[in-house]
T-cell receptor
Framework: QKEVEQNSGPLSVPEGAIASLNCTYS??????FFWYRQYSGKSPELIMS????GDKEDGRFTAQLNKASQYVSLLIRDSQPSDSATYLC??????????FGKGTLLTVNP | SAVISQKPSRDICQRGTSLTIQCQVD?????MFWYRQQPGQSLTLIAT?????????ESGFVIDKFPISRPNLTFSTLTVSNLSPEDSSIYLC????????????FGPGTRLTVL
């Protein structure tokens, strides 16, 4: 089983819709969870961090964490064409290292 | 978050040569990391660079191929040695935020093409 798994997509949503991105991880000792956005040809940009079970909201973004199910998700409300990018899920175990999923390509259609 | 710069932003190199990539941070950071992102792939950690100690390499990466320096708390270099076309990738440095949850922030990356 891969350490961090994401659907590779592409996920296509219409402008204004909710985009839902999912990630599962295998190591139960994982403590911190991150979502990075990566535009084509650019480096990853941290957009959300979550550490506790439940929801964390920041603007149009909501991260959800369920440690019992080893599942973390990212919801993007009112999706915009500028949200079109690859979204990388990253997991931090008890050390400082991040393990990344392969990313989900999101396309928001005008 | 810290401002991170990398040099060069891109380079085209001949097989058998080496490329040294520089990573500069505008504030002192304890931990710096070097990643590789091969075309169409996610990020793979090459090594962790701490000031004052040898870099710690991940499985599949060796010091002879990827020597790293960390002379101070704001700077690190990664050298990719004896280049082959398989080394064509984007190389990224990142820094640990120093917070309780170890958020990492990335530099702009170096795109390497080996002919």
């Amino acid at each position: 089983q891969k350490e961090v798994e994401q659907n590779s997509g592409p996920l296509s949503v219409p402008e204004g819709a909710i985009a839902s991105l999912n990630c599962t991880y295998s190591d139960r000792v994982s403590q911190s969870f991150f979502w990075y956005r990566q535009y084509s040809g650019k480096s990853p940009e941290l957009i959300m961090s979550i550490y506790s079970n439940g929801d964390k909201e920041d603007g149009r973004f909501t991260a959800q964490l369920n440690k019992a199910s080893q599942y973390v998700s990212l919801l993007i409300r009112d999706s915009q064409p500028s949200d079109s990018a690859t979204y990388l899920c990253a997991v931090n175990r008890s050390n400082y290292k991040l393990t990344f999923g392969k990313g989900t390509l999101l396309t928001v259609n005008p | 978050s810290a401002v991170i710069s990398q040099k060069p932003s891109r380079d085209i190199c001949q097989r058998g040569t080496s490329l040294t990539i520089q990573c500069q941070v505008d504030s002192q950071v304890t931990m710096m990391f070097w990643y590789r992102q091969q075309p169409g792939q996610s990020l793979t950690l090459i090594a962790t660079a701490n000031q004052g100690s040898e870099a710690t390499y991940e499985s599949g990466f060796v010091i002879d191929k990827f020597p790293i320096s960390r002379p101070n708390l704001t700077f690190s270099t990664l050298t990719v040695s004896n280049l082959s076309p398989e080394d064509s990738s984007i190389y990224l440095c990142s820094v640990d935020s120093g917070g309780a949850y170890n958020e990492q922030f990335f530099g702009p990356g170096t795109r390497l093409t080996v002919l």
